[in-house]
Nanobody
Framework: QVQLVESGGGLVQAGGSLRLSCAAS????????MGWFRQAPGKEREFVST????????LYKLAVKGRFTISRDNAKNTVYLQMNSLKPEDTAVYYC???????????????WGRGTQVTVSS
């Protein structure tokens, strides 16, 4: 069982930055691929980024590539999402998730956090 707790969300102006964190419980954090997903009001949950257990392999949604950076610190059981050059369309609840493979498919992630709200004003 893995418990995930996101933090770092908030209100920021367009062009600003935020860093999201996701703290995980358990002693096997490094064995999990960690993903970030987001869900805007009235829309389906969508993939943002993911990182392999070792941190070597990453994937990004095309719309965030070059603006967002995913990273992890296995010693701290934490995964991060650095978000720069934020746009109003990035407004959503951001969720972290733990899974077994590097994939954008949410169904492959077994554990989910409760989310943190990110609001980008224009």
């Amino acid at each position: 069982q893995v418990q995930l707790v996101e933090s770092g969300g908030g209100l920021v102006q367009a062009g600003g930055s935020l860093r999201l964190s996701c703290a995980a419980s358990g002693r096997t954090f490094s064995s999990y691929t960690m993903g970030w997903f987001r869900q805007a009001p009235g829309k389906e949950r969508e993939f943002v980024s993911t990182i392999s257990g070792s941190g070597v392999n990453t994937l990004y949604k095309l719309a965030v590539k070059g603006r967002f950076t995913i990273s992890r610190d296995n010693a701290k059981n934490t995964v991060y999402l650095q978000m720069n050059s934020l746009k109003p369309e990035d407004t959503a609840v951001y969720y972290c998730a733990a899974g077994g493979e590097v994939t954008s498919a949410p169904g492959h992630y077994a554990y989910w956090g409760r989310g943190t709200q990110v609001t980008v004003s224009s």
